[in-house]
Protein backbone atom coordinates (compact mmCIF):
# COMPACT_ATOMS: atom_id res chain seq x y z
CA UNK A 1 0.00 0.00 0.00
CA UNK A 2 2.63 2.78 0.62
CA UNK A 3 5.93 0.97 -1.01
CA UNK A 4 5.53 1.14 -4.74
CA UNK A 5 6.75 -1.57 -7.02
CA UNK A 6 9.89 -1.01 -8.46
CA UNK A 7 10.60 -2.00 -11.92
CA UNK A 8 13.95 -3.07 -13.23
CA UNK A 9 15.65 -0.29 -15.83
CA UNK A 10 15.33 -1.35 -20.13
CA UNK A 11 18.25 -2.45 -21.25
CA UNK A 12 20.66 0.25 -22.65
CA UNK A 13 19.68 0.98 -26.61
CA UNK A 14 22.90 -0.59 -28.70
CA UNK A 15 21.33 0.47 -31.84
CA UNK A 16 23.16 2.28 -34.73
CA UNK A 17 21.55 5.74 -33.77
CA UNK A 18 23.69 5.40 -30.13
CA UNK A 19 26.91 5.50 -31.86
CA UNK A 20 26.06 8.17 -34.75
CA UNK A 21 27.36 10.75 -32.87
CA UNK A 22 30.68 9.26 -32.72
CA UNK A 23 30.86 8.18 -36.06
CA UNK A 24 29.81 11.99 -37.28
CA UNK A 25 32.76 13.33 -35.17
CA UNK A 26 35.21 10.91 -36.55
CA UNK A 27 34.11 11.85 -40.06
CA UNK A 28 34.12 15.68 -39.30
CA UNK A 29 38.16 15.39 -37.96
CA UNK A 30 39.19 13.05 -40.76
CA UNK A 31 38.09 15.44 -43.58
CA UNK A 32 38.74 19.19 -42.03
CA UNK A 33 41.80 18.11 -39.81
CA UNK A 34 43.60 14.23 -40.57
CA UNK A 35 43.07 14.20 -44.69
CA UNK A 36 44.32 18.08 -45.52
CA UNK A 37 47.53 17.49 -43.10
CA UNK A 38 48.10 14.78 -45.62
CA UNK A 39 47.77 15.95 -48.67
CA UNK A 40 50.27 18.79 -46.79
CA UNK A 41 52.52 16.18 -45.97
CA UNK A 42 52.66 14.56 -49.49
CA UNK A 43 52.96 18.20 -51.03
CA UNK A 44 55.85 18.63 -49.06
CA UNK A 45 57.55 15.43 -49.70
CA UNK A 46 57.18 15.72 -53.52
CA UNK A 47 58.45 19.42 -52.92
CA UNK A 48 61.50 17.97 -51.16
CA UNK A 49 62.25 15.38 -54.04
CA UNK A 50 62.18 17.32 -56.86
CA UNK A 51 64.63 20.01 -55.27
CA UNK A 52 67.86 20.88 -57.40
CA UNK A 53 70.54 23.18 -57.35
CA UNK A 54 69.81 26.66 -58.31
CA UNK A 55 66.21 26.95 -56.42
CA UNK A 56 65.19 29.41 -54.19
CA UNK A 57 64.38 28.57 -51.04
CA UNK A 58 63.45 29.50 -47.15
CA UNK A 59 63.76 27.34 -44.16
CA UNK A 60 61.91 26.68 -41.17
CA UNK A 61 64.01 28.77 -39.65
CA UNK A 62 63.17 31.50 -42.10
CA UNK A 63 67.29 31.67 -43.98
CA UNK A 64 66.17 32.67 -47.59
CA UNK A 65 68.67 31.06 -50.75
CA UNK A 66 69.46 29.59 -53.35
CA UNK A 67 70.43 26.14 -53.05
CA UNK A 68 73.77 24.89 -54.51
CA UNK A 69 74.13 21.30 -53.53
CA UNK A 70 71.59 18.54 -52.63
CA UNK A 71 72.49 15.42 -50.57
CA UNK A 72 70.04 12.59 -49.27
CA UNK A 73 69.65 14.30 -45.48
CA UNK A 74 71.55 17.95 -46.20
CA UNK A 75 70.69 20.89 -48.58
CA UNK A 76 73.62 23.60 -49.26
CA UNK A 77 71.87 27.32 -49.31
CA UNK A 78 73.88 29.94 -50.58
CA UNK A 79 72.00 33.05 -47.87
CA UNK A 80 75.12 35.93 -49.57
CA UNK A 81 78.05 35.37 -51.41
CA UNK A 82 80.72 33.24 -50.54
CA UNK A 83 78.41 32.30 -47.72
CA UNK A 84 76.96 28.36 -47.71
CA UNK A 85 74.97 26.72 -44.55
CA UNK A 86 73.93 23.36 -44.45
CA UNK A 87 70.88 22.81 -43.17
CA UNK A 88 68.72 19.02 -43.01
CA UNK A 89 66.35 18.57 -45.92
CA UNK A 90 63.46 18.86 -44.13
CA UNK A 91 63.80 22.10 -42.66
CA UNK A 92 63.56 23.70 -46.17
CA UNK A 93 59.76 25.22 -45.98
CA UNK A 94 58.86 26.65 -49.34
CA UNK A 95 60.46 26.38 -53.11
CA UNK A 96 60.18 30.32 -53.92
CA UNK A 97 59.75 31.48 -56.63
CA UNK A 98 62.47 32.10 -59.80
CA UNK A 99 63.81 35.91 -58.97
CA UNK A 100 62.50 36.48 -55.79
CA UNK A 101 65.92 36.62 -54.08
CA UNK A 102 66.82 39.72 -56.08
CA UNK A 103 63.64 41.32 -55.35
CA UNK A 104 65.64 41.44 -51.34
Known amino acids: MFISNA ?25 MLIRPQMKQAKQHKLMLEALKAGD ?18 FVSIEIAANTVVHV ?3 TVQTLLPAGTLKSI
Open 7 to 31: YAAGAPATDIMSFLPMVVIFVLFYF
Open 56 to 73: EVATTGGIVGKVTKVSDS
Open 88 to 90: QKH
